[in-house]
């Protein structure tokens, strides 16, 4: 099983990354898919999950009406819409998958590699 997590960058206050996640391996219908950051000096911490099928879909609420996550099944794709960027939400994000409920963060099962998102001020 792989997570590929791809579209970080240098972007000033206020604009908009996206943010991909595309997963190989296996079938995720039954998956939740989420994202989560680590800024230096800090723990990781959640941003946003979804349910592949049901699509039901979780925030955090620093990020609550300013990030959206969605799923293209067909792509296997998950990807997550960073509008109105704040520096604080500079960090390294991780896309993570697991078929579990109310998993601690380290613990889930799959992990992608990390992409850079810096939010210049």
């Known amino acids: 099983v792989q997570l590929q997590a791809s579209g970080g960058g240098l972007v000033q206050a206020g604009g908009s990354l996206r943010l991909s996640c595309a997963a190989s391996g296996r079938t995720f219908n039954t998956y939740t898919v989420g994202w989560f950051r680590q800024a230096p000096g800090n723990e990781r911490e959640f941003v946003a999950a979804?349910?592949?099928?049901?699509?039901?879909?979780y925030y955090a609420d620093s990020v609550k009406g300013r990030f959206t996550i969605s799923r293209d099944n067909a792509k296997n794709t998950v990807y997550l819409q960073m509008n109105s960027l704040k520096s604080e939400d500079t960090a390294v994000y991780y896309c993570a998958a697991d078929a579990r409920s109310g998993v601690q963060i380290m613990d889930w099962d799959y992990w992608g590699q990390g992409t850079l998102v810096t939010v210049s001020s």
């Open positions: 979804i349910h592949w099928s049901r699509g039901s879909a």
